[in-house]
């Protein structure tokens, strides 16, 4: 599966929840296929998407909470796997796209072709954790995890693929960041 192929079947499952976007081709392929005021897009700041995620978590409780990460940044910030295990958010749905590549700096290969991320998650303490490898386990996986009492890891599997043509989030950070704060109130 293509990750363009995982954000098609991923993005229109979601409703009004907060996603904390990982910076590189997360954000933009998010950004161009369904851009909207809950998402917060990093711009930079490797591997922090997780961390901001659980603070959002945190300060919202009674709203879902969706990371959408990658596999090189949560391999960049392993620790905070252990930190959202341990703060435990009912609330928090921690998605990975795992291409197994830094792909926006050149396709360099992660770890995670031999150091399984949902493992690491499931041995750090996080309730449910799946990972999926075909398109149309997605959603009933996502939907799970939106369903069960978090935080809940979900490692999708897909090819290093994303188009370099795909736009880049055309909103400044303070833009992102006034709209993402007013839709959490």
Avoid: W
Wanted: with cysteine.
């Amino acid at each position: 599966m293509k990750g363009t192929e995982a954000f098609q079947e991923l993005l229109p499952l979601l409703g009004d929840e907060p996603v904390v976007h990982a910076n590189g081709f997360i954000c933009r392929e998010s950004f161009n296929l369904k851009d909207r005021p809950e998402n917060f897009y990093m711009i930079g700041s490797m591997g922090l998407a997780s961390s901001i995620g659980l603070g959002v978590a945190l300060c919202k409780p009674d709203r879902k909470v969706i990371v959408l990460d990658g596999d090189g940044n949560v391999l960049m910030a392993l620790g905070t796997l252990a930190m959202i295990a341990a703060e435990a958010p009912k609330n928090l749905v921690h998605v990975v796209i795992d291409n197994e590549v830094y792909e926006s700096t050149g396709k360099q290969r992660t770890l995670s072709n031999t150091v399984p991320l949902e493992k690491i998650a499931k041995s750090s303490g996080y309730r449910e954790v799946a990972r999926v490898d075909k398109k149309e386990d997605i959603k009933p996986a996502f939907e799970k995890m939106l369903n069960s009492q978090g935080p809940g890891f979900l490692l999708i599997k897909v090819e290093p693929c994303f188009d370099h043509k795909t736009g880049r989030v055309t909103h400044t950070p303070e833009e992102i960041t006034e709209r993402f704060m007013k839709s959490l109130h």
